[in-house]
């Protein structure tokens, strides 16, 4: 037993490097009751009607893809499979060109069109006096979007027919690793009554709970979890998802689950060293 309190650090670095590297190469899916919070995201989504107008706004860049990714995904893909018509911006200059070849990318996979089903609105620098101006007119705001490699009149594309400015919008949901979550909900949420549902990082999602508590946020996709949490739920749904986070949050709980394993073998070896310590006393 005394050899439990003495494990190689060596034995445990690469204990936990096996797991990972095997998770990684096997992607396990490990089943997980999905959190209040992100079953409140896949409702509102749920709730939205066919033809009715979904706004995602991807406010990201490359640093923060990894948790934002997949939810971002999963949420294009469940409005398309609601028959929604889908709008997304983007409000970082970084991630305006991820989010149009994702946009792109996933209506292409479920057979929407460009202009029709879906349109990028594009990018603008100014995040509080766009959504201000987008309250009343959203063409106003992006006066030109991109289809099909041509510019043409936002108002003239028929996935805005019947749009005008938020209040128009059935649904908005904001992805973000930054603080642009406060101008939704000060703005678009507060003073045009937009519904809003938003995905965060890690690092900035516990400032969004106290929105969630009061009602001013729908739901909420909190980080790797509540992407995994909501790709499941999707994939149930409808399927044709890969499981991108759920895979991800499937590795870190087999290294989690490994660590407490370690932590029990040295907490035996403790408990049965002292015992034979007080019995041979």
Not at 39 to 45: G, L, S, T
Not at 78 to 107: E, I, T
């Amino acid at each position: 037993m005394q050899k439990l309190l003495n494990i190689d650090r060596r034995i445990i670095f690469l204990g936990v490097a096996l797991v990972l590297f095997l998770g990684l190469v096997l992607r396990p899916v490990i089943p997980l009751p999905p959190s209040s919070e992100a079953r409140k995201v896949f409702d509102a989504v749920e709730s939205v009607a066919a033809g009715e107008a979904v706004l995602v706004a991807m406010d990201y860049g490359v640093s923060s893809r990894a948790e934002l990714d997949p939810m971002s995904r999963a949420a294009l893909h469940h409005a398309f499979r609601r028959d929604a018509r889908v709008l997304v911006v983007s409000f970082d200059s970084s991630g305006a060109p991820l989010a149009s070849a994702m946009l792109d990318a996933v209506g292409a996979q479920l057979g929407k069109v460009e202009g029709k089903d879906y349109v990028f609105l594009g990018y603008k620098p100014d995040i509080t006096a766009a959504i201000m101006e987008m309250g009343t007119s959203i063409a106003g705001m992006f006066t030109e979007v991109e289809v099909d490699g041509e510019t043409v009149p936002t108002d003239s594309v028929a996935a805005m027919d019947g749009v005008t400015g938020l209040a128009d919008i059935a649904l908005a949901v904001e992805m973000t690793g930054s603080k642009h979550y406060e101008k939704w909900v000060d703005f678009a949420n507060a003073q045009f009554g937009l519904k809003l549902c938003t995905g965060a990082t890690g690092a900035i999602v516990t400032g969004q709970y106290p929105y969630l508590a009061s009602g001013q946020i729908t739901g909420l996709l909190r980080s790797t979890r509540g992407a995994a949490d909501y790709e499941t739920m999707v994939t149930k749904a409808y399927g044709g998802l890969e499981p991108d986070a759920s895979s991800k949050m499937s590795v870190l709980f087999l290294g989690h689950l490994l660590m407490l394993a370690f932590i029990a073998l040295a907490n035996i070896g403790h408990w049965a060293t002292r015992r034979d310590t007080q019995e041979a006393a």
